[in-house]
DNA sequence: TGAATTGTTTGGTAATTCCGAACCAACTAA
DNA sequence: TTAGTTGGTTCGGAATTACCAAACAATTCA
């Protein structure tokens, strides 16, 4: 049979693989004798199992180090360029940062979590916590608090039981009912802040790119609190964001092609 | 049992599963009906895979479109940024760009094929077939050619018996010996070219990135063949190709960290 | 030279993948 | 409304195989 119990039937020998790919990428490759200490299967299953990544060229081998492979930067990528989003947002972050000095994100949801699919440094930028590919949570990121502003409230609702509401620093919200009173706020303005509620020091304003019944992502501009105040985020940042995202809801409803 | 005889034991369930997933990116999405057209598995089959993958977040539903999730670029991108050269080489590569207004681009070899790490824009440059995360066979590569010229020659051998020699273009060398004669002036040279073996109308000139007994990769400038002409090639953009391979040598040889 | 460590291989069995077929749910056409 | 189609979901059970244990090979270190 398989792993759990009724509906939705898996396959175990793939939850097996998935997490030997989890662990291969949290250990940054590793040897077989590793990963036996790591993982509870025997030190031939999981060579087995190495041998046919290796075979498929999802790992590679570095004398008795396992490692992932590019495999899975071209899966990546050609995930993020089948997103229109992603394709026309890359030029716009690029000017947002310039305009701004500071770092632009392009940001999506997926199971629940908030994706960075893109950022654009600019000059001034520092560099941050976060990278290309990286996931968060919604509910600390002006982006994850847009997406969930204009997500059906049932799938809120779904997405804080997956996934709690953690406190990052003192600023997280971490109650259901202050986020969705938040959530209302943001609605009501179209733009959203992150103040310190990810890193200390840290602030951010982003704004939505809608469609028709859906939200598709949101981008942010951040920096430094003390440089990226909030007057400056009203007057000079906000302005941009909105034409920015204009601009990107233009385009995904009339695609090029 | 397994797949395959004699030693390398494989997982046949493993096989299967990677077998979805190519499946699936080839087809960009698909539904289980279409999965089921082009593979030979059971219907049922298909979906605990399908399930399996989902629950792990590696692939995302619309609808009844089951498509790779963004976990692939979190892994992907984990893989580039681990790779030494990779964070050296992109500041480097956008330096080139600016400089040639071309494409400059950074390769790396992988279970025998060429992987496209990383690539700058400058101003005049067109949009070409490759993009990061690609793949393409390395003897019609300037870059290709330059890490197959420093590799040991047993190992070039194992590659032309497993890859061939394809042609691309008429200019595609697709000789053994000629590919070797060419491999030996490289040698003497320190660059290569690639004469519109890819595509045609394309040139690129490329130097390898070398280290104590191994090539680490190579970095090219690519552009139409009637701009970049062989006197352009060899005045402007070989000195500054072996400007940045000499700074990314010294970078690697002495990391920061 | 022997002990220790790590990757590789293999036999056999307990466990699971996989198929077939039935079951739903949503549309479409008559 | 009803019958027909298309596609996803579920489930029993037989055939296959993933998994472990243990032996083996190849290095490295004392």
């Known amino acids: 049979m398989t792993t759990g119990d009724g ?3 898996r396959v175990k020998t793939t939850d097996t693989l998935l997490e030997i790919i989890d662990t291969l990428q949290s250990l940054d490759g590793a040897t077989l004798a590793e990963l036996t200490d790591e993982l509870e299967y025997a030190k031939s299953t999981l060579h087995s199992h190495l041998s046919t ?7 590679v081998r570095n004398g008795d180090e396992y490692e992932l492979s590019l495999k899975f930067l071209e899966h990546g990528m050609f995930v993020k360029n089948s997103d229109e989003l992603s394709r026309v947002g890359g030029p716009v972050l690029e000017d947002l940062a310039a305009e701004t000095g500071e ?3 392009l940001i999506v949801e997926e199971h629940g979590k908030a994706v960075y699919l893109d ?6 930028a520092v560099q941050t916590h976060a990278s290309v590919g990286g996931r968060a949570r919604l509910h600390h990121l002006a982006t994850g608090k847009l997406i969930l502003a204009y997500l059906p409230d049932e799938r809120v609702d779904e997405i804080i039981d997956c996934h709690g509401l953690p406190e990052l620093t003192p600023h997280t919200i971490t109650d259901p009912d202050e986020l969705r009173a938040e959530l209302e706020e943001i609605r009501e303005d179209g733009i959203a ?3 310190k509620e990810t890193v200390d020091g840290l ?12 939200v598709y992502g949101a981008i942010s501009v951040s920096g430094p609190a003390n440089r990226l105040t909030v007057e400056r985020c009203l007057e000079e940042i906000k302005p941009l964001l909105l034409e920015a995202t204009n601009e990107l809801e233009l385009k995904l409803q009339y695609p090029p092609n």
Chains 1, 2 share one sequence.
């Open 7 to 9: 509906p939705n039937r």
């Open 53 to 59: 990544l290796e075979h498929n060229e999802y790992v």
């Open 103 to 105: 770092v632009a994100w």
């Open 119 to 124: 950022k654009a440094m600019g000059e001034k």
């Open 193 to 195: 802040f992150n103040d």
């Open 203 to 214: 602030r951010a304003i982003g704004a939505p790119v809608l469609g028709e019944e859906t």
